[in-house]
């Protein structure tokens, strides 16, 4: 197993878990960054905002959790892809609203990009509109 593919499949079930960029940080590069055209990630910059965004998202959706779909290594262009759906309820934090008791079932894909054995960036592909309309927040 090639050690971006361990890397990538340590910091993915980190990161969609919540655990934060105090453990997400061993697997990236210190100024790792982040993008998304996602309207809720849009002014997110770093891997460092992201990881600690999916950690409030597990505040406001407490039964968050991911089911892989595909996971793709990209040996030449040293990344990785990982397509999931991710699930949750809106029970915990009074955030962005009080809990509307709704659920979400929404595709995302991360391409992670490399530098050596460390995260350098990462793009989140995700229609948030359709997750927020899902959740009632939008």
Request: overall charge negative; proline content about 4%; aromatic content about 14%.
């Amino acid at each position: 197993m090639s050690s971006i593919v361990e890397v990538a499949q340590n910091f993915f079930k980190a990161c969609d878990t919540g655990k934060g960029w105090e453990v997400c940080s061993a697997y990236c590069t210190p100024a790792a960054t982040f993008t998304a055209q996602a309207e809720p990630l849009a002014n997110l910059r770093t891997l460092q905002e992201y990881t600690n965004w999916m950690n409030w998202l597990m505040k406001v959706l407490p039964d968050g959790h991911y089911v892989v779909k595909s996971f793709a290594v990209d040996e030449g262009r040293q990344n990785v892809s990982v397509f999931g759906v991710f699930s949750g309820t809106h029970t915990g934090k009074d955030e962005p609203c009080p809990p509307t008791g709704k659920t979400t079932h929404t595709d995302y894909v991360y391409v992670i990009e490399f530098a050596g054995d460390k995260i350098r960036h990462m793009t989140k592909i995700w229609n948030a509109g359709w997750a927020m309309k899902e959740l009632g927040w939008g």
